[in-house]
């Protein structure tokens, strides 16, 4: 099974830059995760999909940060402008669906690292 | 509200001794409970789950954590540490059941050292 994946590893911008993660979940996983982990901290969910429609975006900053799911299947998280303190690794993570066992089971992919100067 | 406390934020043992990680957890519900292991440079890995079944847990790489509801602990433990198992570790707390997809609480992890 092929797992999460997510690009690009790595980005370093400026602040007041614009950038945007992609992240392919595994096959048949309706529900997909954004979290932001800084370092030295635990993720924190930014946003939560289940198909293409947001569960839960409380925590996001919306002033800045931006998500979709149009297809249900791929996602992109946009930040626009940067600030330093967006410096973290955004995780993306996907699991079954609501209703189906093991749908509270995440599965991580390798993160996208972004550094703002 | 539900959150994790991780008791060290650092644990240092030697190679083939135990390992004890300690997490306390609060929850308003009957929770379910992880342990995700992140390796440097890569994604977080489930290590092992508890969703009221079995009160002791066995996981992936001879890992296990016991429920306690008295204690509100979850702690993970392993008879004898390897090097591979050095690691960050983190534990999580869902008050959904398992076919309820809701948000993680993740604790703020134990970076686990293990030396020659």
């Known amino acids: 099974e092929a797992g999460v994946a997510q690009s690009p590893r790595y980005k370093i911008i400026e602040k007041r830059q614009s950038v945007a993660f992609w992240c392919n979940p595994i096959?048949?996983?309706?529900?997909l995760y954004w979290y932001q982990q800084i370092l030295g901290q635990g993720p924190k969910l930014l946003i939560q999909f289940q198909n293409n429609g947001v569960v839960d975006d409380s925590q996001l900053p919306k002033d800045r940060f931006s998500a979709e799911r149009l297809k249900g299947v791929d996602s992109t998280l946009k930040i626009q402008p940067a600030k330093l303190e967006d410096s973290a690794v955004y995780l993306c993570?996907?699991?079954?669906?609501?209703?189906?066992?093991?749908?509270?089971?995440?599965?991580f992919g390798a993160g996208s690292r972004l550094t703002v100067l | 509200a539900q959150s994790v406390t991780q008791l060290d934020s650092h644990v240092s043992v030697s190679e083939g001794t135990p390992v004890l990680l300690r997490c306390n957890y609060s929850s308003s519900y009957s929770p379910s409970l992880f342990w995700y292991v992140q390796h440097p440079n890569k994604g977080l890995q489930l290590l092992l789950k508890?969703?009221?079944?079995?009160?002791l847990v066995k996981g992936i790489n001879g890992f296990e954590a016991e429920f306690k509801k008295s204690e509100t602990s979850f702690h993970l433990t392993k008879p004898s540490a390897h090097m591979s198992d050095a690691a960050e570790y983190f534990c999580v707390v869902s008050d959904a059941n398992t076919g309820t997809a809701s948000k993680l609480t993740f604790g703020t992890g134990t970076r686990l050292q293990v030396t020659l």
């Open positions: 508890y969703t009221s079944a079995a009160t």
């Open positions: 993570a996907s699991s079954p669906g609501q209703g189906v066992s093991g749908a509270n089971v995440l599965t």
């Open positions: 096959s048949g996983h309706a529900t």
